[in-house]
T-cell receptor, first 118, second 109 residues
Framework: GAVVSQHPSWVICKSGTSVKIECRSL??????MFWYRQFPKQSLMLMAT?????????EQGVEKDKFLINHASLTLSTLTVTSAHPEDSSFYIC??????????????FGPGTRLTVL | GQNIDQPTEMTATEGAIVQINCTYQ??????LFWYQQHAGEAPTFLSY??LDGLEEKGRFSSFLSRSKGYSYLLLKELQMKDSASYLC??????????WGAGTKLIIKP
């Protein structure tokens, strides 16, 4: 089956620093990738839709200057949390939609990245 | 290796009951999640089980047996709007989510 990886798995950083999270589709091409944030024991919250070669589409309430998304290739999207603060501590999950798949609703999820900002 | 298994597709009749099974093999266990995802939308949270037993929420119930590495999602009084994909995910000892491939549930009148 299709595999999506994320790196790093977890990261601890100081307040004010920037953190970059990578999302890769390992065995398929993904024109569209999604970035989610998950609060403990709660639903995934869609942050933005990342489109290869174009600007990301952000959900209402998500600061685009705070959460920079770059989808430079069909297998890689990055999320950079700029000037991170403790309230940004969360579990960030990406997913990738397989290009050309018969079922266009199929998303493959990454394992997540746990960010802790001190 | 780590593995989550759930059926690819299931079909059920409106008004009936359906059970979607999920078996898992993971390095450690910190809870099991069920999500519902409608076509073109983000997944929505249905349930979280960390202790053995049945959790009931309205028409949806989720069961967990940690010793068997097994969970199921039970949907009662099925409605057409329940047609969706249902995702099982386990949080392992590193607090990483291991995802099942999802079960596409088709509801017929």
């Amino acid at each position: 089956g299709a595999v999506v990886s994320q790196h790093p798995s977890w990261v601890i950083c100081k307040s004010g620093t920037s953190v970059k999270i990578e999302c890769r589709s390992l065995d398929f091409q993904a024109t569209t990738m999604f970035w989610y944030r998950q609060f403990p024991k709660q639903s995934l919250m869609l942050m933005a839709t990342s489109n290869e070669g174009s600007k990301a589409t952000y959900e209402q309430g998500v600061e685009k200057d705070k959460f920079l998304i770059n989808h430079a290739s069909l297998t890689l999207s990055t999320l950079t949390v700029t000037s991170a603060h403790p309230e940004d501590s969360s579990f960030y999950i990406c997913s990738a939609r397989e290009e050309g798949a018969g079922d266009t609703d199929t998303q493959y999820f990454g394992p997540g990245t746990r960010l802790t900002v001190l | 290796g780590q593995n989550i298994d759930q059926p690819t597709e299931m079909t059920a009749t409106e008004g009936a009951i359906v059970q979607i099974n999920c078996t898992y093999q993971t390095s450690g266990f910190n809870g099991l999640f069920w999500y519902q995802q409608h076509a073109g939308e983000a997944p929505t949270f249905l349930s979280y089980n960390v202790l053995d037993g049945l959790e009931e929420k309205g028409r949806f119930s989720s069961f967990l047996s940690r010793s068997k590495g097994y969970s199921y999602l039970l949907l009662k009084e099925l409605q057409m709007k329940d047609s969706a994909s249902y995702l099982c995910a386990v949080m392992d000892s590193n607090y990483q989510l291991i995802w099942g491939a999802g079960t596409k549930l088709i509801i017929k009148p």
